[in-house]
């Protein structure tokens, strides 16, 4: 395990063409640490460590039912580590489940537009 329990790297692209963003979140001891470069680094790691094991490690769930609503072109990467264990978790906004999934963890992706506002 690395020096940090949370170090992982958000790649983001707000549109098809657009230039990617990226953001940084290193957190040691639930506090984040020196190096941080999302927006707001207690929101990101609050939403990590409340949401991280379920999102970043789903166990299937082969009875989910996903609205089929577009929420706009964005997408996310997320990759490095987690308590020890190795992330890499795409996050979209192409149907319900996956709109709920980037909404838990807006703060981690940058808050970027669109991604805290109502269905």
Known sequence: MGQYDVDLTVTLLESPG????EF????SGGEPA???TVPDPLAAL?????YGEEI???????????TQQYGGPQTATVTGSF?????RCRFS???????AKWR???PLLGGVPGSTGAI
Do not use: N
């Open 46 to 50: 609050a939403a990590v460590e409340q």
């Open 83 to 87: 308590r020890g264990r190795q992330v």
């Open 18 to 21: 657009a230039p990617e963003r």
């Open 104 to 106: 838990s963890m807006a």
């Open 56 to 66: 970043f490690f789903p166990v299937p769930r082969p009875d989910r039912r996903c």
């Open 93 to 99: 906004r192409t149907d319900g489940c996956e709109i």
């Open 24 to 27: 940084v979140l290193l957190a």
């Open 34 to 36: 020196d190096g941080s």
